[in-house]
Nanobody, 126 residues
Framework: QVLLVESGGESVQTGGSLTLSCTAS????????MGWFRQAPGKEREGVAA????????YYADSVKGRFTISTDNANNTAYLQMNSLQAEDTALYYC???????????????????WGQGTQVTVSS
């Protein structure tokens, strides 16, 4: 059974930083592709970052480019999302997901991600 567990979400002030973690079990992330998504209240879920588990390449939504960094630690089978210069509009429930690297996962197409975590809340306020 594949399981993803996110952690690291909390309340921070505008301009602050956070690092989210996503630990996988039942799957080896280095052989797959990882994605981070978020859903703000009243909005649809959107992709923010994705990466080959091998580290070959990463992809970012325009709204987070230059501020967020996705990384993977294959020894710990964990993906991370480093978030800097956080803004109020970054407030959302953040999910990690795993893809077999098929389809258009790099375009954050949700149906190409087969397993999702339960989410971790990030709240940014002034």
């Amino acid at each position: 059974q594949v399981l993803l567990v996110e952690s690291g979400g909390e309340s921070v002030q505008t301009g602050g930083s956070l690092t989210l973690s996503c630990t996988a079990s039942g799957i080896t992330i280095s052989s797959n592709c990882m994605g981070w998504f978020r859903q703000a209240p009243g909005k649809e879920r959107e992709g923010v970052a994705a990466r080959y588990g091998s580290g070959r390449e990463s992809y970012y939504a325009d709204s987070v480019k230059g501020r967020f960094t996705i990384s993977t630690d294959n020894a710990n089978n964990t993906a991370y999302l480093q978030m800097n210069s956080l803004q109020a509009e970054d407030t959302a429930l953040y999910y990690c997901a795993v893809s077999s690297c098929g389809g258009r996962w790099y375009k954050f197409r949700e149906r190409d991600f087969h397993t999702w975590g339960q989410g971790t809340q990030v709240t940014v306020s002034s």
